[in-house]
């Protein structure tokens, strides 16, 4: 064989280890913006608080005053919320792509939102909804648990389809796809049949917002993160290694039915949820995953809270931009969520193609 | 060194018979096999049947292990499998890849893995290329690459579908070369999908040639290659001749017409039966 001076082990060796400290610093950078993103977006709305107010409010010194309301009530709850939501729908999104080898794959693409927006119609419209067996759950939860088995059973029919004869993942997105219009119309069929508050209702589900976030919703999605980001980790390797082909990880040892099965469980717990508690929000999950790709690499012990973190970050944007578009007026966060993400994935997509 | 013996192995796909009672083997650790035959004739599928990634009714040993009884996860200490298809261009360096590849199946992180991934790509003459990103690579260099990830598995059977399809001559014999000194010094059993007879004839030992499913030939390759069984098996008339430095070459005359080759199928039908049992 022909001898290329290439890199000898420990050049190599160093090179690899570089690239990782970069992932590292890449991701130690994200959760800084965020923080700051967070900060902004507590700081900034209708009722103008100075920082050191809401500094004084969150150290605990000003005990129902209104800036505590403020705070407690409305500023922490929906900053919050913004960045949960956005990393659940960041993540699903980010193993969605993996596990059905498609760019154009995210919860809100394949129907998963569309879903649970029909069965929070169905319950708001008609009042029909699944049993809920705890009796001090408020009609709020109601709408949510009926949206979130939706969307549970949404990302089933897809695995069922994806498991089918082992259907290509083509034939998946294209199931999705129809998912998407079939609940879309419904949805539609239900706006036509609404009285006039209901429909004031359902605007909150089919244009997405964290204004209905509460304490106890934010601890169950909080929880579904923390539990979630970690467990999808011990897959790191083997959603790498299916980024590769499928038959190639296959044959390297991955146990590829069981891999997806778990993923999509995953997908569908945090896409639900983040549906569940904020409305049908597009994009983030779509294009979440493209700007951690881009910034991150295919590694998944990366590319995973990487597409968390960014997810989490357009949200804190469009909720900061939702908030002060309209002076006096808060929009619902899913009106403004493309708009603020375009110029970050513009930006991503531009920046890489001028390196290579 | 382990041997591998497989069959009769049947396989279908919906209704469709496409493995027809395959008998393979035994194929000794230490020698390079090429599964050889027309397109369609079941070349990746049984390929796909030894990987474990199609099934079929039958049994696999290799050595002492009887693959057929093992999950695709236990499987992969034992086989290798590259694909047809080239590692897809992502954004990862080909270093990256083939740590993936020796990872995936949850193995613990292991010091020498670095190590014999850099040796890897030094075999197949790729060192320059383990820290370039599949994504600016050539095809036939990210086949390479996809041939190092399986090699730093350093699998006991290696299964390559049509590793040289991408790469100019020179890579090809390089290959080749490779894998020669790669199966001999750890006693592999190789299998390998071509349709370059010649390369076949010249580079490895023994052949199997399918068509429509069944085993029409196997043994040594010189006994697999032979003008009746490529007519039988491609519809053509071929010779096989021996160049000025002595190494043999499939020569085609042309495309034999359907009743030239029943009749040729008639007279010869002993042969035929004669071929598989001439190893």
């Known amino acids: 064989m022909i001898r290329v001076s290439g890199p000898d082990g420990s050049e190599a060796r160093r090179t690899y280890a570089a690239l990782n400290r970069r992932r590292i610093r890449i991701i130690i950078g994200l959760v800084a913006v965020l923080i700051a993103c967070f900060l902004v977006d507590l700081s900034l709305g209708p009722a103008h608080l100075s920082f050191s107010e809401i500094v004084r409010v969150l150290l605990g010194n000003d005990h129902g005053g209104p800036a505590s309301v403020v705070v407690w009530k409305l500023r922490l709850p929906f900053a919050v919320m913004a960045i949960l939501t956005g990393m659940a729908l960041g993540q699903a999104g980010a193993e969605m792509q993996t596990i059905l080898d498609n760019p154009l794959a995210s919860p809100f693409t394949l129907g998963l939102s569309a879903a649970s927006a029909f069965g929070a119609s169905l319950a708001i419209v008609l009042g029909w909804h699944v049993p809920v067996p705890i009796p001090w759950l408020g009609g709020e939860w109601i709408v949510a648990v009926n949206a979130f088995v939706f969307a549970i059973g949404a990302a089933l029919l897809l695995d069922l389809v994806a498991r089918w004869r082992g259907a290509a993942t083509g034939t998946v997105i294209l199931f999705g796809i129809a998912l998407v219009f079939t609940f879309q119309a419904l949805v539609a069929l239900l706006q036509f049949l609404a009285t006039e508050d209901a429909l004031q209702e359902l605007v909150f589900w089919t244009m997405g917002s964290v204004t209905r976030a509460t304490w106890p919703k934010i601890t169950v999605l909080g929880v579904a993160c923390a539990v979630v980001l970690p467990w999808s980790l011990r897959s790191a390797w083997a959603l790498t290694a299916l980024r590769m082909g499928e038959d190639r990880a296959a044959s390297l040892g991955v146990d590829v039915p069981r891999v997806r099965l778990t993923a999509l469980l995953r997908v569908s717990i945090l896409a639900a949820l983040a549906v569940a508690f904020s409305g049908t929000i597009a994009f983030v999950g779509l294009v979440a995953p493209h700007i951690a790709r881009r910034l991150l690499g295919e590694d998944h012990r990366a590319y995973l809270p990487g597409s968390a973190l960014v997810g989490g970050l357009i949200m804190s944007a469009a909720s900061i931009t939702a908030k002060n578009l309209v002076p006096g007026e808060v929009l619902p966060v899913g009106i403004v969520t493309a708009l603020v993400g375009i110029p970050f994935f513009l930006v991503t997509v531009l920046r890489h193609r001028r390196i290579s | 060194m382990m041997a591998l013996q497989a069959g009769p192995l049947t396989g279908r796909r919906g209704r469709r018979i496409v493995l027809d009672s395959i008998e393979i083997g035994p194929l000794e650790g230490g020698t390079i096999t090429s599964l050889l035959g027309p397109n369609g004739s079941g070349k990746t599928t049984l390929l796909r049947a030894l990987a474990g990634l199609f099934p079929v009714q039958g049994p696999m040993w290799l050595g002492p292990h009887d693959l057929g009884g093992m999950r695709a996860p236990e499987r992969a200490n034992y086989?290798?499998?590259?694909?047809?298809?080239?590692?897809?261009?992502?954004?990862?360096?080909?270093?990256?890849?083939?740590?993936?590849?020796?990872?995936?199946?949850?193995?613990?992180?292991?010091?020498?893995?670095?190590?014999?991934?850099?040796?890897?790509?030094?075999?197949?003459?790729?060192?320059?290329?383990?820290?370039?990103?599949?994504?600016?690579?050539?095809?036939?260099?990210?086949?390479?690459?996809?041939?190092?990830?399986?090699?730093?598995?350093?699998?006991?059977?290696?299964?390559?579908?049509?590793?040289?399809?991408?790469?100019?001559?020179?890579?090809?014999?390089?290959?080749?070369?490779?894998?020669?000194?790669?199966?001999?010094?750890?006693?592999?059993?190789?299998?390998?999908?071509?349709?370059?007879?010649?390369?076949?004839?010249?580079?490895?030992?023994?052949?199997?040639?399918?068509?429509?499913?069944?085993?029409?030939?196997?043994?040594?390759?010189?006994?697999?290659?032979?003008?009746?069984?490529?007519?039988?098996?491609?519809?053509?008339?071929?010779?096989?001749?021996?160049?000025?430095?002595?190494?043999?070459?499939?020569?085609?005359?042309?495309?034999?017409n359907i009743s030239e080759e029943r009749a040729a199928m008639d007279n010869q039908s002993d042969h035929y039966r004669s071929a598989p049992s001439s190893s």
Not at chain 2, 134 to 161: H, N, Y
């Open chain 2, 79 to 256: 086989c290798a499998y590259m694909p047809q298809t080239l590692p897809p261009p992502i954004h990862m360096q080909a270093l990256e890849t083939i740590l993936v590849s020796m990872r995936a199946s949850g193995a613990h992180p292991d010091e020498q893995a670095f190590d014999t991934a850099i040796d890897t790509l030094e075999r197949l003459g790729i060192a320059d290329l383990s820290l370039r990103f599949l994504d600016e690579l050539s095809g036939g260099q990210r086949q390479l690459v996809g041939l190092a990830q399986v090699l730093a598995r350093s699998p006991a059977l290696l299964l390559l579908d049509e590793p040289l399809s991408a790469l100019d001559l020179r890579h090809q014999f390089e290959v080749m070369a490779v894998l020669r000194r790669e199966t001999e010094a750890r006693g592999m059993v190789t299998v390998m999908v071509m349709h370059d007879l010649g390369m076949a004839l010249r580079r490895t030992d023994s052949a199997v040639m399918l068509a429509e499913g069944r085993v029409i030939g196997a043994g040594a390759v010189e006994n697999v290659v032979t003008p009746t069984i490529l007519a039988r098996a491609f519809g053509i008339r071929a010779r096989v001749e021996r160049s000025a430095e002595g190494d043999s070459l499939v020569l085609v005359d042309g495309v034999s």
